[in-house]
């Protein structure tokens, strides 16, 4: 009876050490992105190749019915009250939040993704996107206490903070040595498909 148990035990000890080596593999596998930053290289009917921030070559396979928008400056002036807007923040030193950027929406994308989750363009960054309830004018910049369904924050916009707004695009924008962040899924094959690409005007990074 103890031999039968070895043998018995065996394929099970294998069958565990497979799993484990899977589940290592797995997790050491690099995270599928779903947003894309970086130069746009070169694009070729359907397939548009980006240079990414960490220097980077990324296919992208264009969804046929990819939206493209384009990404114009605006001033801080142009944030008001009641304005949707979404920003990109990090702690502050004082426990607040200080924007890396703000981006106004144009009143027929107002909602759009309300509410506030972590953000990929800076260590311990947030997006939030929301309305601007009241805005305090400092020496410094503005203080905007923003609220979305779920809450309210107060985003602190200093005077050197980008602020940017949408403007209709086309694919055509889409071009060598245009600058884009990507919104991107992976396909069954393994590949990325862009669905939606925001692009720089006038040479601008769009800072989100």
């Not at 397939?47 to 296919?59: Q, T, Y």
């Not at 993704?113 to 997006?127: A, F, I, Q, Y």
């Not at 905007?144 to 055509?172: C, I």
Request: charge should be neutral.
């Amino acid at each position: 009876m103890r031999i039968q148990r070895a043998n018995f035990t065996r394929p099970l000890i294998a069958v565990a050490m497979v799993a484990a080596s899977t589940l290592c593999a797995v997790a050491q596998r690099a995270p599928v992105p779903t947003r894309v930053r970086g130069t746009v290289e070169s694009v070729e009917g359907d397939s548009m190749l980006v240079k990414s921030r960490s220097g980077e070559d990324v296919k992208l396979h264009i969804a046929s019915d990819m939206r493209v928008s384009g990404i114009t400056r605006i001033s801080l002036a142009d944030i008001k009250t009641g304005s949707f807007i979404g920003a990109t923040t990090v702690p502050g030193p004082d426990g607040g939040q200080n924007a890396v950027e703000v981006h106004v929406f144009p009143e027929s994308m107002r909602g759009t993704g309300e509410g506030s989750r972590p953000w990929d363009l800076k260590p311990n960054s947030s997006m939030t996107n929301a309305t601007v309830a009241e805005s305090v004018v400092g020496n410094d910049g503005h203080t905007l206490l923003v609220k979305y369904k779920d809450g309210e924050k107060k985003v602190f916009v200093s005077a050197d903070t980008p602020v940017v707004t949408y403007v209709p695009g086309e694919k055509s924008d889409l071009k060598a040595g245009s600058k884009v962040i990507a919104f991107v899924e992976q396909l069954s094959d393994g590949s990325l498909e862009a669905n939606r690409v925001s692009v720089g005007r006038d040479g601008l990074t769009p800072p989100m």
